[in-house]
């Protein structure tokens, strides 16, 4: 008999933990496993990338309804008469302005989301609430299921998090999964009592399903000098570091240096970046080309890629730019000396004049880019040991 699996997910919008679950979606047996998908927003770049073996799970009304943003909540809450859901989406707002404006601090309120939305009714072998906060506190409160597991997919310590509130729902859990070494020993040093729970299973990739996205034409870019192409793929938002970015391309091009610096995103950052490129007077070499849902074919046009990242949880886009081939340049985060052996399958820079200067060198030497590719060419980037973990999870 097939198991029955549950994976709870906010949205799938573009994000390494998002990719993440539509590779791992692909990669499954379902000759043994029956397959449901919970999604808060059933919406986002990646949705068509779902598994056609994978029910996706209908959003009930009522936590359809409270889950908007505030207006439109408490709009449809009145017309449709659910005035108890209504005063607890007003006590909602209270609390989130409160602790946003005053206390300086992330609000959640999962003690009154939760009641908008009833237990599923259906019961689950394994539920997995496969990103951290909102998807597990789901998992634990509203889901039957012998056994239920935590995916944490970022380094716990880089986040705002209610450390009192998790410790809470972690107790429900059978399992934690984090995708680094570096995020498990973070865990284990906020929450020691669930050291035995912890454990690591990367974030799964699929070099075939990469290397045949790559092969997309690009038709939104002309290049038609003969500049070196830098590339990174990421959100734009502050942990990234794409403001570390354009400060690097500025000093670059002081040197006299000639490239073009694409990067593939959004977030909530873009106003403030683009202005930042606008008064460096970077606007034609350093370009923000908006987020892709196939971002492979400009990972694979370019010579070199860049991840400037403060922090990871594991830094899927390093992994994907290794199957690729790609002369990587990323900072010291732990994440990515896990991934990278420096000098030999990319470089790592410890500051912002180390990135300038290694930067540099790699857009000067044709020769050493193409030796890092070849190193990468000699790694097996096939992770199906991963897999296997989750087979024995599952």
């Not at 935590?150 to 107790?171: L, M, Q, R, S």
């Not at 060198?361 to 044709?366: E, G, T």
């Not at 190193?375 to 199906?384: A, P, T």
């Amino acid at each position: 008999m097939k198991k029955k699996i549950l994976f709870v997910m906010e949205s799938l919008g573009i994000g390494g933990a998002e990719k993440s679950l539509v590779t791992l979606l692909s990669q499954l047996d379902y000759s043994k496993y029956d397959v449901d998908l919970f999604l808060f927003y059933p919406k986002g770049e990646f949705m068509d990338l779902i598994s056609e073996e994978v029910n996706l799970l209908d959003v009930p009304e009522d936590f359809n309804s409270f889950i908007l943003n505030p207006k439109e909540s408490i709009k449809q809450l009145i017309k449709r008469g659910k005035f108890r859901l209504f005063i607890y989406k007003i006590i909602w707002v209270v609390n989130l302005y409160f602790n946003k404006f005053i206390l300086n601090k992330e609000y959640i309120g999962w003690n009154i989301i939760k009641k908008s939305v009833k237990p599923v009714e259906k019961e689950y072998d394994v539920a997995i609430g496969f990103l951290e906060k909102k998807s597990i506190y789901f998992t634990v409160d509203k889901v039957k299921a012998k056994k239920k597991v935590g995916w944490i997919h970022i380094d716990y310590a880089k986040i705002e998090h209610n450390h009192k509130v998790d410790t809470h729902y972690f107790k429900f859990l059978n399992n934690i999964i984090t995708v680094s070494e570096h995020c498990k020993d973070v865990l284990i040093d906020e929450f020691p009592q669930y050291k035995e729970k912890i454990e690591v299973i990367q974030n799964i990739i699929s070099p075939k399903l990469i290397n045949n996205m790559s092969n997309k034409e690009v038709k939104d870019i002309n290049f038609i000098d003969d500049s070196i192409i830098i590339c990174t793929v990421c959100r734009l938002t502050v942990q990234k570091g794409i403001d570390i970015a354009i400060e690097c391309c500025e000093q670059l091009i002081k040197k006299g240096l000639k490239f073009k610096w694409i990067v593939v995103g959004d977030g909530s950052e873009r106003s403030k970046l683009q202005k930042m490129i606008n008064e460096k007077g970077l606007k034609d070499i350093f370009i923000l080309i908006g987020s892709r849902s196939n971002p492979y074919p400009y990972m694979k046009m370019c010579d070199i890629y860049v991840q400037p990242s403060r922090w990871e949880g594991f830094g899927i886009t390093v992994a994907e730019a290794k199957v690729l081939n790609k002369p990587i340049v990323a900072s010291n985060i732990p994440e990515f000396v896990e991934q990278i052996e420096d000098e030999k399958t990319g470089m790592i820079y410890v500051d912002k004049q180390d990135m300038v200067n290694k930067m540099d060198y790699i857009i000067r030497n044709k020769n050493t880019r193409q030796i890092l590719s070849s190193n990468l060419k000699n790694i097996d980037m096939n992770n199906n040991y991963e897999l296997e973990k989750l087979e024995k999870l599952l």
